[in-house]
T-cell receptor, first 114, second 114 residues
Framework: QKEVEQNSGPLSVPEGAIASLNCTYSDRVSQSFFWYRQYSGKSPELIMSIYSNGDKEDGRFTAQLNKASQYVSLLIRDSQPSDSATYLCAVNRGLDFGNEKLTFGTGTRLTIIP | DAEITQSPRHKITETGRQVTLACHQT?????MFWYRQDLGHGLRLIHYSYGVQDTNKGEVSDGYSVSRSNTEDLPLTLESAASSQTSVYFCASSGGQGAGDTQYFGPGTRLTVL
């Protein structure tokens, strides 16, 4: 079982709709969760981080975390063509110093259809 | 503005040669990381450092080495390049404020080993 699993896609969503991206993780002690966006040929950039159960909203993006189910998701509302990218889920085991390395999923490729 | 740079951006080398990829950050971050990214595997951690003179092996460290002599730089060396090391390499850094810290990525180096 992979430590961090994502559906590789591609996921196609019409412009203006909600895109839903999912990620599961195997290490129950994981504490920090991140969503990175990566455009083709570019480096990953952080779009959301979440540490507590529940929802966290930032503009059109909402991250959802359920530690009991070991599940984290990213919702993109009012999807735009510029949201077309690969979305990487990353997990960290702890919140303390000296434990900052991340484990990444393989990413979900999202395509927004105009 | 603070940034993280990688050089070269593209490199073609031959099997058996030693190759060094440079990573330089001006964020004054304590933590630096090297990843490789391959289709189907996502981002995998090669080596990481939490400060000067500190280095640690990641999940795919065989055939790679790093050294950290100052805060700004973490060069990655392939001792004897192999075709299996053809990949895109990303360097990242974070501020060492705890495991919730954002990792900032460099632009990447595309390495081809013939």
């Amino acid at each position: 079982q992979k430590e961090v699993e994502q559906n590789s896609g591609p996921l196609s969503v019409p412009e203006g709709a909600i895109a839903s991206l999912n990620c599961t993780y195997s290490d129950r002690v994981s504490q920090s969760f991140f969503w990175y966006r990566q455009y083709s040929g570019k480096s990953p950039e952080l779009i959301m981080s979440i540490y507590s159960n529940g929802d966290k909203e930032d503009g059109r993006f909402t991250a959802q975390l359920n530690k009991a189910s070991q599940y984290v998701s990213l919702l993109i509302r009012d999807s735009q063509p510029s949201d077309s990218a690969t979305y990487l889920c990353a997990v960290n085991r702890g919140l303390d110093f000296g434990n900052e390395k991340l484990t990444f999923g393989t990413g979900t490729r999202l395509t927004i259809i105009p | 503005d603070a940034e993280i740079t990688q050089s070269p951006r593209h490199k073609i080398t031959e099997t058996g040669r030693q190759v060094t990829l440079a990573c330089h950050q001006t964020w004054n971050h304590n933590n630096m990381f090297w990843y490789r990214q391959d289709l189907g595997h996502g981002l995998r951690l090669i080596h990481y450092s939490y400060g000067v003179q500190d280095t640690n092996k990641g999940e795919v460290s065989d055939g790679y080495s790093v050294s950290r002599s100052n805060t700004e730089d973490l060069p990655l060396t392939l001792e004897s390049a192999a075709s299996s090391q053809t990949s895109v390499y990303f360097c990242a850094s974070s501020g060492g404020q705890g495991a919730g810290d954002t990792q900032y990525f460099g632009p990447g180096t595309r390495l081809t080993v013939l």
